[in-house]
């Protein structure tokens, strides 16, 4: 680490001084801009201004200080003879490492709406400075983070690994920063947003996020694409029916395969485990109200990618970070108004789905509150259509959707509560449909079944008559859904 260089650029001094004492006890030569110049002129650290460097001042304001061929010579020449002697020809130093923050764009134009007080805060030589260095990050070290400066002098990167940690967070925060600027320049309401990639090295993903909607508490492992659309689902099954009771949902492969609505939530969150242990391994579980200590206790016996809810107790908090695979996000409430996809042409666009299903009585007693109708008819909306979802007076125990045949879907249903299942043939269950019955076979399948299911589903099939006169003949209790969701 004998006679190294650093070029030092930046707007927030956090902690510059531990990283400038650092680099001069390791014998590097520092080089820096006007601002940082006197900073560490002011804290007695030696250092070497970039313009008496390139022999070039300071001009337009500030707007042109480190755009010289001395100083991206130095950062983007490689290891390579034909580069090193190139370079020594024209007099220019290799730079080691190179430490850069941003102008606060993103803070500016929270604090003020003048355009030309944001026009000046998009940074032009930081920006390329970053992303000279991310291009030869095997041979110039990037640092854009101040809090990162503490673990470069704990743990100084010297393999090509630890050096693309810095180099791809740092691409990161000037792709983040870009986005900020397009959105102010075509006049969208900002929002703070980040970059997630997905995890899957096959494929890249990109996740526009609104930081302000979530805070990742805990987890060393990032949100991958296949989390964050399962995160989705859960918050929504869990967050959007408003309850006094304590709402537990988990979700896989962006299906609930587990929900539950009690007046405790530790009984909603065993009951919503119940409903399927086995797919529950390694979903995403998601709980409308603040996580208590005793739910923590219970959370950390099994295995989850994530666990979100809109609070944690301090101890419940403690409890979940233990486990460091494990993601704990607190969500806030939403209330989002449009979705849309893309497809092969363009996007499509809607309104979200928030319509509330009524009932209306066709045979027999109704035997639920008006409130868990309400949560089951909201879980079954997020299962694919053809989606069949039973329940128990509380809670889902079985379920199927995404099939194209209305009747796989009742008979994987019905299967999959009886082989994992331990229902007795007494106990009342719930089949919720959002497919409609045409024809009697499907009622005839409950009906071979020999358990007490009272059946909700839509109606408006030409043969809905013949539909009533098989669940009065039968006595089946079937009360008609007024709307049926269809989600693909």
Not at 87 to 94: G, L, Q, R
Request: overall charge positive; hydrophobic content about 35%.
């Amino acid at each position: 680490m004998k006679n190294k260089n650093a070029l030092i650029s930046v707007f927030d001094k956090t902690n510059l001084h531990k990283i400038a004492k650092y680099l001069i006890k390791k014998k590097y030569t520092i080089y820096t801009t006007g601002g940082s110049s006197k900073y560490l002129n002011k804290i007695h650290v030696p250092h070497i201004q970039i313009s008496k460097y390139t022999k070039q001042k300071e001009i337009l304001d500030g707007r042109v200080k480190t755009l010289h061929p001395k100083i991206f010579g130095g950062i983007l020449a490689n290891n390579s003879k034909t580069h090193q002697k190139e370079i020594y020809k024209e007099n220019i130093i290799n730079f080691d490492l190179v430490i850069v923050n941003l102008y606060p764009f993103e803070e500016t134009i929270k604090n003020t709406k003048k355009s030309e007080e944001i026009i000046e805060m998009i940074d032009i030589g930081g920006h390329s400075l970053i992303r000279a260095s991310v291009k030869n990050y095997q041979k110039t070290i990037i640092i854009v983070d101040p809090l990162d400066y503490e673990k470069f002098i704990k743990n100084y990167p010297k393999t090509d690994t630890a050096k693309k940690h810095y180099a791809v967070k740092a691409l990161k925060q000037i792709t983040n920063y870009d986005i900020a600027i397009s959105n102010w320049f075509q006049g969208a309401n900002y929002h703070q947003y980040a970059l997630r990639y997905g995890e899957n090295p096959q494929q890249k993903a990109i996740a526009l996020i609104d930081k302000k909607r979530f805070k990742q508490l805990s987890g060393d492992k990032r949100l991958s694409y296949n989390n964050l659309l399962d995160l989705d689902a859960a918050v929504k099954v869990a967050y959007e029916i408003k309850s006094d009771k304590y709402i537990c949902t988990i979700v896989k492969h962006n299906i609930p395969c587990g929900a539950s609505i009690e007046n405790t939530q530790i009984k909603s969150y065993q009951n919503a485990l119940a409903g399927d242990p086995i797919s529950a391994f390694g979903g995403i579980v998601a709980f409308n109200k603040k996580i208590t200590t005793d739910t923590a206790k219970c959370l950390v016996e099994n295995f989850y990618e994530v666990i979100a809810a809109p609070d944690f107790d301090n101890d419940a908090l403690k409890m979940l970070e233990k486990k460091k695979n494990l993601r704990v996000l607190k969500v806030k409430k939403f209330n989002n108004k449009i979705e849309h996809r893309t497809i092969f042409a363009g996007k499509l666009i809607q309104d979200i789905n928030n319509k509330r299903s009524s009932i209306e009585r066709v045979f027999g007693e109704n035997k639920l509150k008006k409130e868990n109708i309400d949560f089951f008819i909201h879980v079954l909306k997020f299962i694919k259509s053809n989606a069949i979802a039973i329940f128990d007076q509380t809670s889902l125990v079985s379920q199927t959707g995404g099939q194209s045949s209305r009747v796989d879907a009742l008979e994987n249903c019905l299967y999959k509560l009886k082989k994992k299942q331990k229902k007795k043939k007494t106990s009342r269950l719930f089949l919720f449909s959002d497919a409609f019955f045409p024809f009697t076979d499907s009622l005839e399948l409950i009906k071979n079944e020999e358990l007490e299911i009272n059946i909700y589903a839509p109606m408006g099939s030409k043969n809905d008559s013949l539909i009533e006169q098989f669940v009065k003949k039968h006595k089946l209790n079937f009360f008609k859904l007024s709307y049926r969701h269809f989600k693909h």
